[in-house]
């Protein structure tokens, strides 16, 4: 069974820095054809995705946050951790971590294994 629990600050000051921590048990971020997330939903809006970091430690944002946001793997800890730079409050949302599956050929498959979600709220 692979679980994914999110963690970090609940509250973040505007212009600092938002970090948050995926912890995965039952599976490791390692394992071929894995790809592991990171996905926000502000509140009254739709999810977006942020970006992921693949098996081998490739990563890919979404362009309209890239120039903000780092994803980092922390191989030994099983953990996969998101940077977000220089947040306002637009960026309070509910976020959270989840593994996503590419087939033997390429293609996504989605997402399998969710995490929880943690509320972040940036405001002064």
């Known amino acids: 069974q692979v679980q994914l629990e999110e963690s970090g600050p609940g509250l973040v000051r505007p212009w600092q820095t938002l970090s948050l921590t995926c912890t995965v048990s039952g599976g490791s971020i390692t394992t071929n054809y894995n790809y592991w997330s990171w996905i926000r939903q502000p509140p009254g809006k739709g999810l977006e995705w942020i970006g992921y970091?693949?098996?081998?430690?490739?990563?890919y944002y979404n362009p309209s946050l890239k120039s903000r946001t780092s994803i980092s793997t922390d191989t030994s800890k099983n953990q996969f951790t998101l940077q977000l730079n220089s947040v306002t409050p637009e960026d309070t949302a509910f976020y959270y971590c989840?593994?996503?599956?590419?087939?033997?050929?390429?293609?996504?498959?989605?997402?399998?294994?969710w995490g929880q979600g943690t509320q972040v709220t940036v405001s002064s």
């Open positions: 989840a593994r996503g599956r590419f087939s033997p050929y390429g293609t996504s498959w989605g997402y399998d294994y």
């Open positions: 970091s693949t098996s081998s430690g490739s990563t």
